[in-house]
């Protein structure tokens, strides 16, 4: 049974960082992408990064590379998000997600099989 809890958000102000954490279980690191996924009021839920496969490859939305970092932990296989630099539009409720496939590139949305419940991130101008 593939389970997926995001934590870490919070409220923090322009230019700060926050690390998110998304903890897994049922999940084995070769047959699986996992993603992070934000969507603001009044838009629709956005790729933000996703990691895939032994080596551990990693793709990001234009809006957050250079400042966000996904990376896995080999020993509990919880994959986080480092988000550095952080900016007023990156206010957004993020989840993590799953699927059973090695995607190319950033998933969409709809691809995604299990999803967490989401972790507010709030930050002020």
């Known amino acids: 049974d593939v389970q997926l809890q995001a934590s870490g958000g919070g409220f923090v102000q322009a230019g700060q960082s926050l690390t998110l954490s998304c903890a897994t279980s049922g999940i084995t690191r070769d047959d699986y992408t996992i993603g992070w996924f934000r969507q603001a009021p009044g838009k629709e839920r956005e790729g933000v990064a996703s990691i895939r496969g032994h080596r551990n490859t990693v793709n990001y939305a234009a809006s957050v590379k250079g400042r966000f970092t996904i990376s896995r932990n080999t020993a509990d296989n919880s994959v986080s998000l480092q988000m550095d630099n952080l900016k007023p539009e990156d206010t957004a409720v993020y989840y993590c997600?799953?699927?059973?496939?090695?995607?190319?590139?950033?998933?969409?949305?709809?691809?995604?099989?299990?999803w967490g419940k989401g972790t507010q991130v709030t930050v002020s101008s």
């Open positions: 997600a799953a699927v059973r496939q090695q995607i190319f590139g950033l998933p969409p949305a709809g691809v995604m099989e299990y």
